[in-house]
């Protein structure tokens, strides 16, 4: 392998464990509590060396996510001259067949936990729209980049967006995955298919 890749690779590395470390720590004492001072600590790197890889304290949280940012929009790019609504429809349906956690449908403590530490904390949830905002517009490029692109990015990555919340809100109310999985499958047939017929 050459230099550079081993330099990315241990650079990857880097971003994994500092930001475990972090999730833990915001797992057990809550976000608010926990110091970026406190994460360096734990992860054993300066501050400095912290936030060269995490320049807000909300990155250290959305890292987990961040390698589903151009998810969409390579679905798009891979669907070959099909539609693209359908093929993200099969991927969204492929992903909650094995309970991807992206898609809610998923009852793993670890997931259930860091779902309530996104979702619960108002900076993170703040820090989670600019990560929307990102995906919506590679999303939008992949569909064109013009007005109608963007307008159709907007309407499916809301779609996305609202069937994980509903697939989670239940599971995180004490339902069972196989008793959410039906009426989450149900809900992404219908939902996606009312896409199609707005938008072709």
Not at 59 to 69: A, G
Not at 85 to 108: E, I, K, S, Y
Not at 125 to 131: F, L
Not at 184 to 191: G, H, L, S
Request: negative net charge.
């Amino acid at each position: 392998m050459s230099e550079t890749g081993l330099r990315e690779r241990k650079r990857r590395r880097m971003y994994e464990a500092v930001s475990e470390v972090a999730i833990r720590l915001f797992l057990e004492k809550g976000f608010d509590a926990v110091s970026v001072a406190e994460v360096a600590a734990a992860a054993e790197i300066s501050k400095p060396t912290l936030f060269r890889y995490f320049p807000a304290k909300e990155d250290l949280v959305l890292y987990r996510i961040s390698d589903h940012e151009d998810e969409s929009a390579r679905v798009v790019r891979e669907a070959a001259g099909g539609s693209p609504v359908d093929a993200l429809r099969l991927h969204f349906l492929a992903g909650l067949d094995r309970c991807d956690p992206v898609t809610g449908l998923n009852d793993h403590p670890q997931v259930l936990a860091f779902h309530s530490l996104l979702y619960g904390t108002p900076a993170l949830v703040a820090r989670a729209y600019t990560h929307q905002q990102r995906s919506e517009a590679a999303l939008a490029e992949a569909l064109g980049g013009d007005l109608d692109a963007r307008l159709a990015a907007g309407q499916i990555m809301a779609v996305q967006r609202i069937l994980a919340l509903e697939n989670w809100r239940r599971i995180s109310e004490g339902e069972r995955v196989e008793d959410v999985r039906g009426d989450a499958v149900a809900a992404a047939e219908r939902a996606f298919g009312r896409l199609v017929s707005q938008l072709g």
